[in-house]
Every structure is written in C-alpha cells, then in structure tokens.
C-alpha cells in the first residue's frame, strides 16, 4: 500500500492492499441504527474482489443483522474496516443478508481461509454480504 490514503476500485485492488485483506486481522463492522446513529462491532471480514463483496458470518438474531434488515430492499449502506498501526483498510457498501446455504457454505469457507479456524455449526447463522461500492486505505 501507498503511504498516503487512497481510494480505489474494490473490484480491482492492488497487490498491497489485497494482501492486507488476507492477513489475519479482526475488524469492525459499522451499521446503522433505526435512528441513525451508527453501531459498531468487532467482526470477521473475508474480501472477494472478484464478486466485489466482502462477507460477515453472524447470527441472524444480532443486532447487525436487525439493522441492515430495517433498512429494507435496497439494503443498508455499511462499513468494514481493520487497523494494524497505522495501516488501515476500508470498504464499504451495501448490506445484505442472505441466509441461503450455499452462500453461508461460501463465506464459512472464506473465514476458515483467512482466519485459520473452522467456524462452529450454527444453524441460525446467515452471512451479511457486503455489495462494494468503495475501497480506502492507507499503508
């Protein structure tokens, strides 16, 4: 990564970046409240650049997942993020949630990738897909 913030294409992000993305870094998860106020947790974050989505596993009673449901049809405008120093990524989007099983088979495959653990069964998981819309950072 650059050593000034940037912004880029998340369908198409440099090798740096990219990188930092597979390293293994808990990161935030920012939604927003029915009254707009925004709510931010810790989550597991995988990146898919070639589907220009970023996936969240939870489960479909928390309250990241109310949030983006009020938002409705259109989905909820959200922010993923993760720190390390002074090196940060961002991306952000439009939420979903998705509670198909073979979508949740995909981003369960992903988190084990990237965080080197297999999640355990949940029956009420579902996975919050991020439809990206911009990607920052700084290195």
Known sequence: MATTTYALDPGAPDAPYLGFWRER???TLTTLR???TPHVVPVGVTYDPQARLARV??????AK????LA????GAPVAVCQVDGRRWATLEGRAFVRA???RISEAERQYTERYERTPGPNPSRVVIEIELTRALGRG
């Open 34 to 36: 029915p009254d707009g």
């Open 25 to 27: 870094h808990l990161c």
């Open 100 to 102: 198909d099983p073979e």
């Open 65 to 68: 997942v109310a949030h983006v």
């Open 57 to 62: 596993i939870t489960n479909k009673t928390s």
């Open 71 to 74: 938002a409705g049809p259109q």
